[in-house]
């Protein structure tokens, strides 16, 4: 016998806190081209590295020479997703199952010659019969002796994911496939249980209507970076409106190719356009030789941490490797600047950089950037104060100092990385003790009023009293006036 329970004399119970929730990723960006590597059910794809693109993309496409620009900065981004617009709607694709080493074997498919595959293509029936693979010597020629008895339809080998594939000759709703049957399919992995979901096409989509099934689809990225060519400036205004009033804080980004940008009399390019819509969610960059240069332009945003110390940048003066530099007149680099268009310039002393570093309203770029990170901080570290309270956060002052603490403590992050410094306020706006031409000795000032002053409504639905927090942004120098004074 073991005796009594210890638990009778002292019971110990152990309750884990429940784990915070995470912080959005700021350096996030989906590269949205029109290739058609990613069907519309996968819509999106996650990279760590310029390897894993090429195998997928190859070393051609526009979603390649972004993906390119976008990593080769120093330091080097860690996260990419590519992303796909049915510019001019999709075909309907069936994805068969991976096969394993002992089934990707030649001897598997040589030994098949009157192998059956019934598959059923934009609502036609294909009944192959008499498949003889017996003279292959790799998949390709197996997946080729499909596609001859298709006529129509396209089978493929996948040889990075190990998996055949078959596409339907059309797009569009009407554009349908089926899983196969036979005993070729069985040996391809076509079948039923095996294969992904057969994924029909879809009707061709505008650049914001994809940007809105992105937008559904996936709250991880943060960036959007255009790579589908010959979009309007109809369609990337339309786009440009859609990410401005987003619920959720994103940017869109834009390379202009076009040298109406460089004339000082037109108000119709891109740039003006966007700029007299006031934007401050686009940012757009010239470039004459790359039509993906804004992908390098948030390459280098996507490394600032801000997490660490002193990690915020302003975006002038910063390199883009990989993209031309622009020999430019006094009067272009004037004209772009006057249109909020960014452009990766030579200078007469042997330097490129790229200037001004705005978004098409004029606001800088690392300032949208940074405060996005403070609110989604903010934002983040409060519900985590309230999610992983043991009992509650009351509604007293003493719960009001809780969160007026943990917003401090945010603000002083934001001290840490660079983004808000000490200086002196100079709004208008005044709030608690604070006062216009008031020094803020730390960068920020707090104000939460006394629950007792709180509206019953307010009490009864169980709300916080309004919290107020005034920062200074800490800023960048881009320019300096420096006079010499000789005497001789």
Not at 230 to 259: C, D, F
Not at 388 to 416: C, F, H, S, W, Y
Not at 453 to 466: F, G, M, N
């Amino acid at each position: 016998m073991n005796g009594l329970p210890v638990s009778d004399v002292v019971k110990v119970d152990i309750a884990l806190q429940p784990l915070a929730a995470p912080a959005r990723n700021f350096g996030a960006a989906v590269i949205l081209g029109d290739s058609e590597v990613i069907d519309p059910v996968e819509r999106i794809r996650q990279y760590a590295g310029l390897d894993g693109v090429a195998n997928d993309f190859g070393l051609t496409t526009p979603e390649y020479k972004a993906a390119e620009l976008f990593f080769s900065q120093e330091p080097q981004p860690s996260l990419l997703y590519i992303a796909r617009r049915a510019r001019n709607g999709s075909k309907a694709v069936l994805h068969g199952g991976v096969l394993t080493t002992a089934q990707r074997s030649l001897a598997v498919f040589t030994a098949i010659t009157t192998g059956s595959l019934v598959i059923t293509v934009d609502g036609v029936a294909k009944n192959l019969a008499n498949l003889n693979f017996s003279g292959v010597t790799n998949l390709n020629g197996v997946a080729s002796i499909v596609t001859t008895a298709l006529a129509g339809a396209i089978c493929t080998w996948d040889a990075i994911r190990g998996r055949f594939d078959i596409v339907s000759p059309t797009t569009g709703a009407a554009s349908t496939l089926t899983y196969a049957t036979g005993t070729a399919a069985v040996a391809m992995c076509l079948v039923t249980g095996v294969a992904s979901a057969p994924v029909a096409g879809v009707a061709a989509e505008s650049q914001v209507g994809a940007i809105q099934i992105l937008a559904d689809r996936s709250r991880e990225w943060y960036a959007v970076i255009n790579a589908v060519a010959g979009v309007t400036n109809v369609e990337h205004l339309a786009a440009a409106a859609y990410v401005e009033g987003s619920p959720q804080s994103r940017l869109y980004g834009v390379t202009i190719s076009t040298t109406d940008v460089l004339d000082p009399t037109r108000d119709d390019d891109l740039a003006s356009q966007l700029k007299a819509a006031r934007y401050k969610r686009t940012w757009t960059q010239y470039s004459s030789s790359s039509p993906v240069a804004i992908a390098s332009f948030f390459g280098r945003a996507a490394t600032v941490n801000f997490e660490a110390q002193n990690t915020t940048i302003t975006l002038k003066f910063k390199q883009e490797p990989g993209v031309v530099a622009e020999t430019l007149t006094v009067s272009q680099a004037a004209t772009l600047k006057a249109k909020n268009c960014n452009v990766f310039v030579n200078y007469e002393n042997g330097t490129a950089i790229l200037q001004e570093g705005v978004m098409a309203n004029g606001y800088f770029f690392d300032e949208v950037h940074g405060t996005d990170w403070l609110q989604n901080a903010i934002q983040t570290d409060v519900y985590n104060l309230l999610y992983q309270a043991p009992t509650k956060v009351p509604q007293t002052d003493a719960g009001t100092n809780l969160i007026v603490t943990t917003v401090e403590a945010t603000m002083a992050r934001a001290v840490n990385n660079g983004l808000v410094a000490p200086g002196v306020w100079n709004s208008a706006l005044e709030f608690g003790t604070l006062r216009r031409g008031q020094a803020l000795t730390k960068g920020f000032y707090i104000y939460a009023p006394l629950v007792a002053l709180q509206p019953q409504a307010d009490r009864e639905a169980r709300k916080a009293v309004p919290i107020q927090v005034a920062a200074k942004l800490a800023g960048a120098v881009h320019s300096s006036g420096i006079l010499v004074n000789v005497n001789r």
